[in-house]
């Protein structure tokens, strides 16, 4: 066998993997076990974007989760990505969190100041590290926590936060293991 041979032999290993292993667990078609009629609406998406806003504001040098539509992230992934199970923790989660504004404020998140609001996901928080921490793996996962992975997952994958809020190089040279880093710099987002 050549290289070339052992080339092609090797692509179509792995890539027969990666493809072989989606089709042989999910089928051509996508699952049917989704929360029917999700509602991400308007006002829904709108409020996503203030939640992921106020958890990744905008700073000096860099523009909030809400300038890089998040939101529209979030959508995509919950209704393609996620099963029934953490769909409706997902949901349920907004139920849950616009309870807690109107005790704590008496008013919705939307009219909340940003003082508020960041109180109010400050303390949703600190009550879900200890969930999460001592949940077990069958237990499901907090809602807050969801929100708040997915809000750092599209945001830091978006062209606003690869490119404002990390350092990026669209064809980077030749690999460098070993990058002199000053505390307060950017972090690299380099694909």
Known sequence: MNRREALSAVSMLLGGTVVGSTLFLEGCAPSEKKVAGLPFDEETLKLLNEIADTILPTTASSPGAKAANVASFIERMVRDCYDDVNQQIFFDGFATLQAACKTK????????????????????????KPYTASKKKEDPAHYFRLMKELTILGYFTSEIGATQALRYVAVPGRYEGCVPYTKGEKAWATS
């Open 105 to 128: 404020f008496n008013t919705a998140f939307m009219d909340c100041s940003p003082e508020q609001r960041t109180e109010l996901l400050i303390e949703i928080d600190n009550e879900q």
